[in-house]
């Protein structure tokens, strides 16, 4: 039983085929990533895959579950989360209320809880509080904790995406760009937080455009272009693999 | 005497009301025009079942406030999908249905000519009859009303009702199971504005479908927008407000004919200008702890 | 089988009616994005500059519907100018302007009351409109008739204005992509002024035609109003057919719908027409624009 499986995924958009007959094996507790041109189909791969757009054909197997079609809020009750290529924090909120509000089964999102149990919220909510605040501490965002998220530098919003998304204690983690736009640094940073979950036994499966620290941090590489798999393999031996030189200098 | 009194049993009548839908559009972003709607539903299902059959007020009370429930969740349902521009009129939509079934269905309702002579509340042998105990009364079902809309705005139901407002795709990819968020909020808002309506037809002793018109359905949203969105203690303040200062007018000698027009121009107004200079409302939101 | 055809010619009738209403809010909605609940102020108020004109000071028709044109043209302008431009110039969110736009038309609906009191007030028609004529087994009015080319010429009429002409185009380029239209040069706010005079305009010419049939109320804009909205909604934003199309469904639907059904449900019917649309193809007849 593979961790985590893509079968034939395909997706159609009108009379654009996205995403053709994508097929791939995750390994437990290794850092994959999703490589490829611009237009490649890696975040509606991401998408398909996290629930947000419906396949036309294929499976998606997690953990020996279906999970194809399956809804969202579903799918990372099962341990799968995301992150968003263009971040989609609450901005109107601080940094911990964001990060909060990844916390998984909070009693206080139950109506009848939230409105009659007062004293017993108060405690859960303390320990909500500091179970994200030690979130923040571990990527360094304890400072900006009280802060508007739009407040926020952009290394710091990138940082906070992903604390919002190992709040939900997914055992799976998609994060998409997470590099992107950032400096040397605030990189850095965020390839040590991943380097950190791996470390703590999670799995990370990553799309991103910086050449660098994908083959840096990826225990596996795959390279997509026009929505099929051309290469996939250890990090040295993609670089090398003549269609994916092809299909970034030759265009 | 008599007046002030009522004028003060009207505005926290609708500061049941304003506060009720300020859960549906201040925090979660549902701009609903049917609020009036489901006032109707509690009015309706009060006056008839205190009349015909002899319930007692807060019995019938709280099976309009039921049956608005359980409509609302059965309308929750296909509107879910639907955002912005479209559930606004879906939303105008079951405010046209409603009030075509409170005209249409004489058998039950009277039609147009409505239902008068609703009793006034009582409970256990004593009646409110008299304008002051009114009042209590209408100061503790807003307490009420206030006080729940209060506790979800401050919880962390409420956080993810701001979530919701703010980037769906977001929430759910939180695990929020967006759906339940929405259908529960629209169900408790549309009770208790079931609640003001039955409330409204114990009080005035009168109800027909134009009391509770698409106008006052605008009119309770003009309260809660220049209230303040998300502000709960600022849709208190807006009912106030909106209710106490139109009476003002009544000092002015104002033909009683364009009484009511100027009064709504008023509140027209009142919109343009606060969304031009204060678009978070007389009390801003203010974070969830 | 004989009152079915005639049902459906009155549908078709009502549709032609709704057609054009749904085309003056789709000029806005369609183009701009923005729910321009006022549309049914400007509406309202034109069918009230009319009949004054025509009944109260009792000016030649031609100048009656002169008059409401420039009007309805002159209010719908002003409104984009003092009221969505400084708004958008803060950057008031959409639902923003719509509370501003709901709030305007709060005002010259009750504006209208104070003025000419709330009961409906009728328009002195000529009696060539109003008489009937048999085309075949169904009756229709010499006004339904009008109505009908009316909308049928103005639909055309536009559509070719925004496919022929550099000002149409304009608008069409910045349905489409609002932000490349200063890069390319194209003044927008200048465009969003033609935008709301042409679509006032539009509405201008539905009152007129609805004064004449059915006289003027302070609703009338409110209902007016639904009805555009159903009719975009349901036929898809996407191009101008969209709303004709929706409002000619909607108007069919109507009118059949009380062969069976009793008339005092004919507004719960198009909202019947919308749900089922929104639970099964919230596109719309013609479906969505199509996105790069």
């Not at chain 1, 009108?14 to 994959?32: N, P, Q, Y």
Request: glycine share 12%; net charge neutral; proline share 3%.
């Amino acid at each position: 039983m593979a961790y985590f499986e893509i079968e034939g995924l395909t997706k159609d958009f009108g009379g654009l085929r996205a995403v053709d007959g994508f097929s791939c094996t995750v390994e437990r507790g290794k850092v994959t990533s999703l490589i490829g041109p611009n237009g490649a189909g890696k975040t509606t791969v991401f998408n398909l895959i996290s629930g947000f757009v419906r396949p036309t054909a294929g499976r998606v197997r997690y953990r020996d579950r279906d999970i194809t079609g399956m809804e969202p809020d579903r799918i990372v009750a099962l341990g799968l989360a995301r992150t968003f290529q263009d971040l989609r924090l609450f901005h109107r909120m601080t940094a911990l209320e964001n990060v909060m509000l990844g916390l998984q089964k909070q009693p206080g999102e139950r109506l009848a809880h939230a409105v009659f149990a007062r004293a017993v919220l108060r405690a859960e909510r303390a320990g909500a509080r500091a179970r994200a605040g030690a979130i923040l501490e571990e990527l360094g965002l304890e400072a900006q904790a009280g802060e508007l998220a739009q407040n926020l530098a952009y290394g710091e919003q990138k940082l906070l995406a992903i604390a919002r998304a190992m709040a939900t204690e997914a055992d799976l983690l998609l994060l998409d760009e997470p590099a992107a736009g950032l400096g040397r640094e605030a990189m850095e940073t965020v390839l040590g937080v991943i380097r950190g979950l791996v470390r703590r036994g999670r799995t990370v499966i990553l799309v991103d455009h910086h050449m660098e620290a994908v083959m840096d941090v990826s225990d596996r590489v795959v390279v997509l272009d026009a929505g099929r798999k051309i290469a996939e393999g250890e990090p040295d031996a993609v670089q090398r693999d003549e269609e994916v030189v092809r299909v970034y200098l030759g265009l | 005497m008599d007046y002030v009194l009522f004028v003060l049993i009207l505005a926290s009548l609708y500061a049941i009301l304003a506060v009720s839908l300020n859960l549906l559009v201040g925090l979660t972003g549902l701009v609903s025009i049917a609020h009036a709607g489901f006032m109707a539903i509690g009015a309706y299902a009060t006056a008839l079942l205190t009349m015909k059959a002899g319930a007692n007020f807060f019995v019938a009370a709280a099976v309009g406030m039921g049956i608005a429930a359980c409509v609302a969740a059965v309308l929750a349902v296909p509107t879910l999908k639907v955002t912005g521009d479209h559930y606004i009129i879906a939303s105008f939509g079951f405010q046209v249905i409603i009030i075509s079934v409170l005209l249409n269905w004489p058998a039950l309702t009277n039609g147009p000519f409505g239902i008068s002579g609703i009793p006034r509340p009582s409970l256990l042998g004593f009646t409110f009859a008299g304008y002051r105990s009114l009042l209590a009364l209408a100061v503790v079902l807003a307490g009420l009303a206030g006080w729940v809309a209060w506790r979800i705005a401050v919880s962390p139901f409420g956080a993810v009702l701001r979530a919701i407002r703010e980037d769906e795709a977001a929430a759910r990819s939180l695990g929020k199971d967006v759906t339940r968020f929405k259908v529960q909020v629209f169900v408790v808002g549309c009770a208790l504005a079931a609640l003001g309506g039955a409330f409204y037809a114990g009080v005035t002793s009168f109800i027909d479908p134009p009391s509770f018109d698409i106008h006052e359905s605008i009119f309770i949203l003009a309260l809660v927008i220049i209230g303040g969105k998300g502000n709960i203690l600022g849709s208190i303040l807006g009912a106030f407000v909106l209710i106490l200062l139109p009476e003002t007018l009544k000092f002015l000698a104002v033909p009683s004919s364009i009484a009511d027009p100027l009064r709504r121009i008023l509140y027209g107004v009142l919109l343009m200008v606060f969304m031009r200079f204060l678009p978070a409302g007389l009390l801003r939101e203010r974070p969830a702890r | 089988m004989g009152e079915l055809l005639q049902l459906t010619v009155n549908g078709l009738i009502a549709g032609s009616a709704y057609a054009l209403l749904a085309l003056g809010f789709w000029v806005v909605y369609g183009t701009t994005r923005t729910f321009h609940f006022a549309h049914g102020g400007v509406y309202t108020l034109g069918g009230y500059v009319f009949y004054h004109t025509l009944a109260v000071l009792e000016a030649p028709f031609v100048v009656a519907v002169a008059a409401t044109l420039l009007a309805t043209a002159l209010l719908g302008m002003g409104i984009e100018r003092f009221l969505y431009r400084p708004l958008r110039a803060i950057g008031a969110s959409d639902m923003e302007i719509l509370l501003s736009s709901l709030g305007l038309y709060v005002l010259i609906e009750n504006l209208v009351i104070i003025v000419w009191k709330s009961d409906p007030r009728l328009v002195p028609v000529a009696e060539a409109f109003q008489r009937g004529l048999a085309l075949g087994p169904v009756w229709i009015t010499g006004l339904q008739l009008v109505g009908l080319a009316a909308s049928l010429a103005l639909w055309g009429g536009l559509a070719l204005f925004l496919r022929r002409t550099r000002v149409g185009k304009a608008i069409r380029a910045l349905a489409a992509d609002p932000e490349m239209t200063e890069i390319v040069g194209i003044n927008e706010d200048r465009i969003r002024l033609v935008v709301y005079g042409v679509a006032s305009v539009l509405a201008g010419c539905s009152v007129v035609l609805a004064a004449i049939d059915t006289g003027i109320a302070p609703s009338s804009g409110m209902s007016a109003l639904l009805i555009a909205t159903i009719s975009v909604i349901v036929g898809g934003t996407a191009a101008v057919s969209g709303g004709v199309a929706g409002g000619f469904l909607i108007g069919v639907v109507e009118n059949v719908g009380i062969w069976k059904i009793a008339s005092e449900w004919k507004q719960a019917i198009a909202f019947g027409v919308l749900a089922a649309f929104i639970l099964l193809r919230p596109t719309g007849i013609l479906g969505p624009r199509n996105l790069k």
